[in-house]
């Protein structure tokens, strides 16, 4: 199923290109062929984006929610989304950053700083890390960054308002090489520490004394679970923009397949999330049709009714 949406995402747009064209375009790339150089430049960039993104997007999710045993957790719950903003707003006021590939960098700085921050306020003194402080810090600082970011965009010239405005939307178009460089580089070393936890994961899910008794070091795997996240989000959420729910949504239908098992559930979350990220870019270029709305939109869309049915179905106390 991914590979056929990998190929509708390649013939779908302002232009549809048959699968012919595509396929040609691939094993006999005709720089002269304006289909072929739509297919190199726009949509095979734009198509491996939206899969990264959503990969990153769906293995963070999965371990936002086993680390705060949350089941309404998603990435933007521990401030990513509003650190990695902050922090493009500020390299594009004050020092005049108008390429992606340039505060790409800020905003991945700006989500790892917003994670150890919120990991140090979410310590309980010598407890260690407490879920529920973790979630509270991470909501307490969202709104903090949020309030900071329209402080500069008000106070910003206008330009910079207009840099930030299809970032801020969450969309995949018209990033380039080094952006799928530099995301490619942050899911492979995120997914890398997930996997290697994914045991312990398992452990402490059955509760903080009885992994212990398996074990399992909470301290370290929950260290090594927000190391990874920042990457994982916070790369994303550099690359692509803040996107909401794909995150949330994605580890609850990897369950289905793969059951409790992090082992399964971090490969078929990343899989899925992937999945939904480039269904709702390819329905953001249909819905208005020849123009385009943002896949960020459109998941905050399709993800609104699914959190309500999962608000109605979790209950809080099962933090």
Known sequence: MLCAAAMLSLTTGARNIPLSAILQSLTAYDPTNDLHVIIHTLRLPRTALALLA???????????????????????????????AVAVLLGVSLFGLTRIDQYLWFGICGAGFTGVAVFLLGRGHDAGVDPVRLVLAGAGLSVMLGALSGIIIINAPAEVYEDFRQWGAGSVEGRGGPILIALSVSLMLGSALAIG????????????????????RPVLIWSLACLAIMMLAGGATAAVGPIGFIGLVAPHMARLFSGPDYRWILPYSALIAALLLLLADILGRVLVSPAEVAAGIVATILGGPFFVYSVRRFKMVQL
């Open 54 to 84: 959503g990969a990153s997007l769906g293995i963070a999710g999965a371990l936002m929610q086993a680390v705060t045993r949350n089941p309404l957790a998603e990435p933007g719950l521990l401030g990513i989304n509003a650190g990695a």
């Open 197 to 216: 936890i994914a045991s312990g994961l398992n452990a402490l899910a059955l509760g903080r004394d009885v992994g212990r008794a398996l074990g399992a």
